[in-house]
């Protein structure tokens, strides 16, 4: 169902939510109520969030999700798992999105000027999920921040320019070589989705890569960056510092947004991110405000 066949505007979509009494304050609301439902442990970080579906009627309806932590590996964000709910009940396509985050509005003290919109925005893996399910036009509310945001705002995949990678350093270039070694050891019989990971340390002269590996649960597949980082951190701990991270992909691709958000927590924002066969660019031109606890 694609969204040109649906929803032609940003102005057609408010007209529908207005139509619905789903307000843009009527959304937040109900973000910030599903907020109390949190399961949350482990980030003592409540977050609630609500999605309009549609369907091909333009009849909406409205699904609520909030975060969920039975450890911290299997933690997932509200929403996610609003989206999952409105695809579990039969629709392939939404168009609004609220998110509240209580917490983060208490930090800041209630100053609205001083939000850092860091503290508000949805993680990578969240964007991921956004910029595939709702509508390109799609509006994303986030309780206490006037603006709103498009998908593409969250996840631009920027064009790159190929001709950077001519401009590699040597020893750039030979941690691209590795991860293009470890896409050919990726093993994906299920998802087909097999790429490779290396990165340059400061100091460091360790070849540290991995690839994909596919689980026949899938939700337990391995994503290569996060061994890499394990693999770096059990030998060297967070100090040294990540000056280059290269991704081989079979195809032209961008790095998913769970990678993203990784790289954003550990890595200086002008760490070059280097893409083969895409050019060279930075977690800041890939994941603008990316999420900060």
Known sequence: MASSEIISSYKEIEELLTSSNLSFDNLKYLAKEVSHNSWSPYSQFPVGAV??????????????????????????CAERVAIFNGISAGYKKFIALAI??????????GNLEKL?????????ACREVILQKLDSKGIILVDSIERTFTPKEL???????SSKLKNLTI?????????????????????????????????IRDNISACTVDSNSFGCSVEPLKATFGSLFAKHSIKNKIKAIAFAFPFIKYPPGDTLQLISDYCDPKT????????????EELLPWAFKL
């Open 171 to 203: 020893e750039e270039m030979d941690v691209l070589d590795l991860a293009r070694n470890a896409l050919h050891n990726a093993h994906t019989p299920h998802s087909k989705e097999k790429y490779g990971v290396s990165i340059l340390v400061e100091n």
């Open 155 to 161: 996840l631009p995949h920027p064009i790159l320019d």
């Open 51 to 76: 999605v309009v579906g549609i369907d091909q009627n333009k009849k909406l309806k409205v699904f609520s999700g909030t975060n969920s932590e039975p450890t911290i590996h299997l933690a997932v």
């Open 272 to 283: 070059k991110i280097i893409i083969d066969n895409m050019g060279v660019t930075t977690i």
């Open 100 to 109: 509240s985050l209580p917490k983060a509005y208490e930090k800041s003290k």
């Open 116 to 124: 850092e919109v860091n503290k508000f925005t949805p993680c990578g």
